[in-house]
Every structure is written in structure tokens, then in C-alpha cells.
């Protein structure tokens, strides 16, 4: 697992009520990097592109999409993340496995916000159609890149949100 740290400024606009730092974990999977690197890169430039105050943005890789919701689960309990966002790639590889690993995926990420009360967002994409050549490759790469920036705006946005709130304590 590799984790990085970055400083990124959180959303702050008048009557947001999102005003202390946030903290943010991003798991990306390992399998087709390459594309899925695209989402993670545009989440850290979106985050970044925010205003006061800093907040953090920890990266980490797993093999596959089907280890993140357990490295949401640990991460979401350890306390120490604001938000999750998750980014992987599931293809139809022909064995119809797909359709199972991606529901897996979906409903585990679910089950964590839900659990542990962490707002976690899904930039895990499911193309009914991949191949493994140039066309489908720079479209993907692009549309991880449009992916991980609106898993970006909705984490800032959930997290304003969820600030005007009561607390979780009363």
C-alpha cells in the first residue's frame, strides 16, 4: 500500500459552514494504473484548486478494485479521514465476473459510509465495453480525469453540507 500526503486547501465560502480542515483518503486500485491514475491526479488539482483552510489528501494503492471497500472500512474507523473517495476500474474480462466485483465494490463502499458515518465517494467505473486498445484507452483515461474531479466537487460539497448539521453527538 502506498500512501502520500498532500496538503490541499478545503472549500470556504461564506455560509458553507465547512471551515476546519479536511482531511481526505483516496484508495485507487492498482489494475490498468495507467487510466486510473488520471482520477487521483485531477482529485489532488481539484482539491488543491479550492480555497482556505489546508486540508490533507492521503493516497492509497491497493491491487484491485475488490480490496478498497475493506481499506475504506479501516480507514473510515480509524477516525482520521474527513472523507473517502475510491477510483478503480472494473472491465468485463469474459467471464461475466465483472458485474459481481463491481456491485461488491458499490454496496461495500455504501456500507462503510453508512456504518461508520464517513462520507465515501465512488469514482470505481464499470464500462460495459472496455478493450485494451488506443481508442478505448484515451477515452477512459480522459473520462477518469472528468470522474475524479466531480468525486472531488461532491466530497467538498457533501462535507459543507454535512457541517451545517447537527453533530453526530447530540
Not at 31 to 42: E, F, K, S
Not at 88 to 97: D, E, F, K, P, T
Not at 129 to 152: L, Q
Request: neutral net charge; hydrophobic residues 40%; charged residues 20%.
Amino acid at each position: 500500500m502506498n500512501q502520500t500526503t498532500k496538503q490541499f486547501p478545503s472549500k470556504h465560502e461564506a455560509g458553507t459552514g465547512c471551515t476546519s480542515r479536511a482531511r481526505v483518503a483516496v484508495i485507487s486500485s492498482s489494475w490498468h494504473r495507467d487510466i486510473v491514475a488520471n482520477a487521483t491526479t485531477a482529485i489532488r488539482a481539484e482539491l488543491s484548486g479550492t480555497s482556505d483552510p489546508p486540508g490533507e489528501l492521503d493516497h492509497f494503492e491497493v491491487p484491485g478494485a475488490f480490496e478498497i471497500p475493506l481499506h475504506a472500512k479501516r480507514l473510515a474507523a480509524s477516525g482520521a479521514y474527513d472523507a473517502i473517495i475510491a477510483c478503480g476500474l472494473v472491465v468485463n474480462g469474459g467471464i461475466y465476473r465483472h458485474e459481481f466485483v463491481a456491485s461488491a465494490v458499490i454496496d461495500g463502499l455504501m456500507r462503510v459510509q453508512l456504518e461508520t458515518d464517513t462520507p465515501v465517494f465512488s469514482a470505481v467505473l464499470t464500462p460495459r465495453d472496455f478493450h485494451e486498445h488506443a481508442e478505448h484507452r484515451k477515452f477512459f483515461s480522459e473520462h477518469f480525469i472528468k470522474k475524479g474531479k466531480e468525486a472531488a466537487q461532491a466530497c467538498v460539497q457533501t462535507l459543507a453540507s454535512l457541517s451545517k448539521l447537527p453533530s453526530r453527538d447530540g
